[in-house]
């Protein structure tokens, strides 16, 4: 996330205003810096101060460089939390995929398997599906499969 070169900096800078790239070739190289002391472990409460030294100017000006490096930062988190429930839908959509397929073949571990699954993706807790019997093997289970227009299978 950090970014190493001065050139990458200048990259992102895409004004044509000398004063105004200037600016904002500034405001990069600041956002930077307070990556960098913040990665190396600096606290919260010393950003201000040191930045304040470092570059010779007021806390003011610290603070809104400060506030913009911490909206940047809320993007990031915000773009990270999408990408991470974007990937959790696409599992999601797979289980639903497995938990049909596996009702057709009449697969019925995997089913339940699958909506655990599920469970357990979307925080839901514990697995409260038991598919067993205290440990026993279930068998010789009988069942009629009712469809709409038939009335049963």
């Given at each position: 996330?950090v970014?190493?070169?001065a050139k990458?900096?200048?990259?992102?800078?895409?004004?044509?205003?000398?004063?105004t790239?200037?600016i904002?070739i500034l405001?990069?190289?600041?956002i930077?810096?307070?990556e960098?002391?913040v990665?190396?472990g600096?606290p919260?409460?010393?950003?201000?101060?040191?930045?304040?030294k470092k570059?010779?100017?007021?806390?003011?000006?610290?603070r809104k460089?400060?506030?913009?490096?911490v909206k940047?930062q809320?993007?990031r988190y915000k773009k990270?939390?999408?990408n991470?429930?974007?990937?959790k839908q696409?599992?999601i959509?797979?289980?639903?995929?497995?938990?049909?397929?596996s009702?057709?073949r009449h697969?019925?571990?995997?089913?339940?398997g699958?909506i655990?699954?599920k469970m357990?993706?979307l925080g839901?807790?514990?697995e409260?599906?038991d598919?067993?019997?205290?440990?026993e093997k279930?068998?010789?289970?009988?069942?009629t499969?009712?469809?709409?227009?038939?009335?049963s299978?």
């Open positions: 996330m970014k190493t070169k990458e900096i200048k990259k992102t800078v895409k004004k044509t205003n000398k004063k790239k200037r904002d405001l990069e190289e600041r930077y810096f307070i960098t002391i990665a190396q600096l919260s409460r010393q950003i201000v101060p040191t930045c304040s570059w010779g100017v007021g806390e003011r000006q610290v460089v400060k506030s913009e490096w940047r809320l993007e990270t939390v999408d991470i429930d974007l990937e696409k599992i959509d797979t289980l639903d995929e497995i938990q049909v397929r009702l057709q697969s019925f571990n995997e089913t339940l699958a655990n699954s357990k993706l839901m807790g514990k409260v599906i598919h067993t019997s205290k440990g279930i068998e010789n289970i009988t069942y499969v009712v469809d709409p227009s038939n009335n299978k």
